[in-house]
Nanobody, 117 residues
């Protein structure tokens, strides 16, 4: 069974940091683009950041300069380093692995991030 498992969520103070991880199993991780999405209560799911197979990255404007997406293909894991956290970053964060080459799209179960003093 193909799995994506997110971890690293929790409670952080405003201005603090968290690092989310997305660990994949039973896929050729290196051929998948990896994205992080988030969904706050009562809001639609929002694309936060993407890293392509070639290492190119894109961010939504609200996290640019604060969040960094990365990947380690040797560990089948992607990361989202979140710095200078704000209360509006509070949401469930989801990892998505997508490969158009094999028409495959996988989602993790999510990890909760709460930013509050």
């Amino acid at each position: 069974q193909v799995l994506l498992v997110e971890s690293g969520g929790g409670l952080a103070q405003p201005g603090g940091s968290l690092r989310l991880s997305c660990a994949a199993s039973r896929i050729v991780f290196s051929i998948y683009d990896i994205s992080w999405y988030r969904q706050a209560p009562g809001k639609q799911r929002e694309l936060v950041a993407t890293i392509t197979t070639g290492g190119n990255t894109n961010y939504t404007d609200s996290v640019t300069g604060r969040f960094t997406i990365s990947r380690d293909n040797t560990k089948n894991t992607a990361y989202l380093q979140m710095n200078h956290l704000k209360p509006e970053d509070t949401a469930d964060y989801f990892c998505d692995a997508k490969c158009d080459q094999v028409n495959h799209d996988i989602w993790g179960q999510g990890t909760q991030v709460t930013v509050s003093s």
